[in-house]
């Protein structure tokens, strides 16, 4: 196994403070089967430049390899940093922040707020050759309450990354793998600091996500035989007029509007006020029943809140009122 995110370097930031730590973090590693290690200690561009920090993390990184002489453990590593975003990374040397002799760059966001100019900064970093892979996506709140804006960064071309100790949270779990399912995640890491506060637990994460997404497997199976039974149909809907399959996704309002009441009916329980599902889940679960129809996910939110309104309106008043990408208080069959 491959660990692309760890602050194993010794003295380098809030990580390993000496080589002794070091090697333990690296033996807990090759324990849990992996055997290639990007050191990613933190930089950020306020505190300091990145010839002074290279010039650390060389001079940390040969004191760590003189300590692994003589130790029963071969790995393959790769020098690279964790970035703080920051706008002005475009005017830095981030080749040097890469990971080895690649083009991936880790980037950090703040967990406090959502960073202005992300997708600006992300479109900067590609025109000049950088690939973006964003650093534990669940560690940012407003990720987790709007995962639209993961989408948009991944459609963008940036990569996602989480941490294999945040699968072993029951809750937090059930939702990374739903962004997992929905390929907005691709990349698990350890992001180990010491062997007490954050440990690296690899085989952990990787044996709980196997075991969950083996769970789900019937169901993404069945969804797909629907989806291909409906295309063998010409995807005719239920009581509703055939139509053919635009390359742009998108077909008339009133066939929309019909899929919608299909689906409703087929694929939604209302009976549980306490489930609730976002639209979001909605819109997924759609598209891999009946195919594309709607050309976003607001286009739908809003049609769907249309058809079902008088279903969901305790609901949604009950919980406060939320947008087109809040919760609706609607469970899906399984």
Not at 4 to 27: Q, Y
Not at 169 to 198: A, M, Y
Not at 266 to 284: G, H, I, K, Q, R
Request: one cysteine or more; glycine letters at 6%; a negative charge.
């Amino acid at each position: 196994m491959t660990d692309l995110h760890c602050h194993i370097l010794p003295g380098m930031d809030d990580g390993a403070k000496d080589t002794a730590v070091s090697l333990e973090l690296l033996r807990r590693e090759y324990e849990d089967g992996v055997r290639n290690i990007a050191f990613t200690s933190h930089f950020n561009s306020e505190r300091t430049t990145v010839e002074a920090f290279t010039a650390k993390r060389q001079a940390a990184f040969e004191q760590l390899t003189a300590a692994l002489e003589g130790q029963p453990m071969q790995f393959d590593f790769k020098l690279g940093a964790e970035v703080f975003f920051s706008p002005g990374l475009c005017e830095l040397d981030t080749r040097a922040l890469c990971m080895g002799d690649t083009a991936y760059l880790l980037l950090e966001f703040p967990t406090t707020h959502k960073p202005h100019f992300i997708r600006q900064t992300l479109y900067n970093l590609q025109q000049q050759g950088i690939v973006p892979l964003i650093a534990h996506i669940e560690r940012y709140p407003y990720v987790l309450e709007d995962p639209t804006l993961l989408y948009d960064w991944v459609a963008a071309g940036a990569y996602a990354q989480i941490n294999a100790g945040a699968l072993l949270e029951p809750k937090l779990c059930k939702k990374l793998c739903k962004f997992i399912q929905w390929g907005l995640v691709h990349v698990i890491s350890t992001d180990t600091h010491s062997p007490d506060k954050r440990p690296p637990r690899m085989a952990q994460g990787v044996q709980q996500l196997e075991k969950l997404l083996a769970e789900k497997d019937a169901i993404a199976t069945e969804a797909f035989r629907s989806y291909l039974a409906l295309r063998e149909n010409n995807y005719k809907f239920p009581n509703c007029t055939a139509y053919t399959m635009q390359s742009s996704l998108f077909v008339p309002l009133n066939s929309a509007y019909n899929a919608i009441q299909v689906f409703s009916c087929t694929n939604c329980d209302f009976s549980d006020p306490d489930a609730f599902t976002s639209t979001f889940d909605l819109y997924m679960a759609f598209c891999a029943v009946y195919g594309s129809v709607f050309q976003d996910i607001t286009s739908f939110s809003q049609e769907f809140y249309r058809v079902n309104v008088e279903k969901l309106e305790k609901t949604r008043k009950r919980i406060g009122g939320q947008n087109n990408r809040g919760f609706y208080g609607v469970k899906l069959h399984a």
